[in-house]
């Protein structure tokens, strides 16, 4: 395998990792627009920090654990890159053959950034900030990485097994909507959910924007993960574009049919599960059935939040619909419809392989992340008091706030 640094992957991986980074403050707009007036800040801060805290610890330790030479399959050794060491401009061929391993490094970082800052919006509202913060960086080291490191190290036992997950369908989505539910069921309700107090986006032009952001950089997240500026990462182009679209005119259509006007949070978040149910499958499926994955996400992650809506479930920004069950149906759709593997080419195996693996990180990370949100809690306590819930995190945590002084 060649080791010759590639000039022209080299700006094709630049482009695409200041593209991700994009999407953390875009998710920061896409929630920030949907809680109350009195939390925006607070919410929008939640995602922004992540930029902060686990840019760190993914250079002190968390690149070694995701990417480092492998511990038995299941996690990578944590010394080898410790501090980025020996991570500079040489490439590497296992990791990373035509571009230096440090910008192989820090794309991947801007996946273990959004990660957990995805997670925020089950349980906004609600969540002290200081608690928040050791919250991710426990995630980030004992959820995360490990999975990083299963299904995108060549040493990963789910990697072995021949797991398809292009882009973070599992690592990504699944962890995140997953934790989320762990999180809204730890952490209980919020006051006016137990009210049935009626709730409404405090900014809608905010959503609409960070869609956008997402949107957009999500060709990073999907393109850049083909490594190289080829045809894999053309073909992630056009199918993120894809799914999103239809995903997005799906969710409206399934709105339409039940008697709801079309919404603006809606045309939203329907383009949003496009995104994640494709991106398992971006580099790995034909454009007609991006087309096919859109619009089943669109009606399922629809269905799946308006069934959340029924419960007492307080997922508060419908995380787990949209990223947990937009994970998983990308994953499954990922083991029908791969070139020459999936299901319509007549083997079973890559869907079985598919359905195990998602059982095991459904598994883990459900069980991880609630022992992880009880540790939390034991350190710090993650619910803020009742007083401090109904004046705002923005002024509870940090005496910040949209009105005038």
């Known amino acids: ?136 960086t426990l995630f980030s080291l004992f ?21 398809l997950d292009f882009a973070g369908g599992t690592v990504v989505h699944v962890s995140a909507g997953v934790a989320a539910l762990a999180g809204a069921l730890y952490i209980g309700r919020r006051k006016v959910h137990e009210r049935n107090a009626p709730t409404a986006p405090s900014n809608i032009p905010f959503v609409l924007l960070g869609a956008g952001m997402l949107w957009f950089g999500w060709f990073g997240f999907n393109c850049g993960s083909a490594g190289a500026a080829n045809a894999v990462a053309v073909r992630a182009f056009v199918n993120t574009n894809t799914a999103s679209a239809a995903a997005m005119l799906a969710w409206l259509a399934f709105d339409w049919l039940r008697g709801r006007k079309p919404s603006a949070v809606g045309a939203a978040v329907g383009a949003v599960g496009g995104l994640v149910a494709i991106t398992p499958a971006a580099g790995y499926v034909e454009v007609g059935h991006s087309l096919a994955i859109g619009l089943l996400a669109g009606v399922l992650i629809n269905a799946a939040a308006h069934w959340k809506q029924q419960s007492t479930l307080d997922d508060t920004l419908d995380v787990f619909p949209c990223h947990g069950v937009g994970g998983i149906v990308g994953m499954i759709a990922t083991a029908v419809f791969a070139d020459n593997a999936g299901l319509i080419y007549g083997s079973p195996k890559l869907l079985l392989t598919h359905l195990l693996a998602l059982s095991i990180v459904i598994g883990y990370v459900f069980g991880g992340s609630y022992a992880l949100y009880a540790l939390t809690d034991v350190i710090i306590p993650l619910r803020v008091s009742d007083q401090e819930e109904e004046t705002g995190l923005d002024l509870s945590q940090h005496s910040e706030s949209l009105e005038p002084a």
């Open 143 to 163: 959820i995360y990485c490990p999975l990083a490191h299963w299904t995108w190290s060549p040493d990963g036992f789910l990697h072995k097994w021949g797991v």
């Open 1 to 136: 395998m060649s080791r010759v640094i590639n000039s022209g992957d080299t700006a094709w991986m630049l482009t695409a990792t200041c593209l991700v980074f994009l999407m953390t403050p875009g998710l920061s707009f896409f929630y920030g627009g949907m809680v109350s007036k009195k939390n925006v800040i607070s919410t929008m801060l939640q995602s922004f920090i992540c930029l902060g805290v686990l840019s760190v610890a993914w250079v002190v330790v968390g690149f070694s654990l995701a990417f480092g030479p492998s511990v038995h399959g299941l996690i990578g050794n944590p010394a080898a890159y410790a501090f980025f060491r020996h991570v500079g401009a040489a490439p590497d061929a296992r990791l990373a053959a035509t571009i230096p391993l440090a910008l192989f490094a820090m794309f991947q970082l801007k996946f273990a950034v959004i990660t957990p800052a995805l997670i925020t919006g089950s349980f906004a509202e609600r969540v002290r900030f200081s608690s928040y913060v050791l919250f991710i």
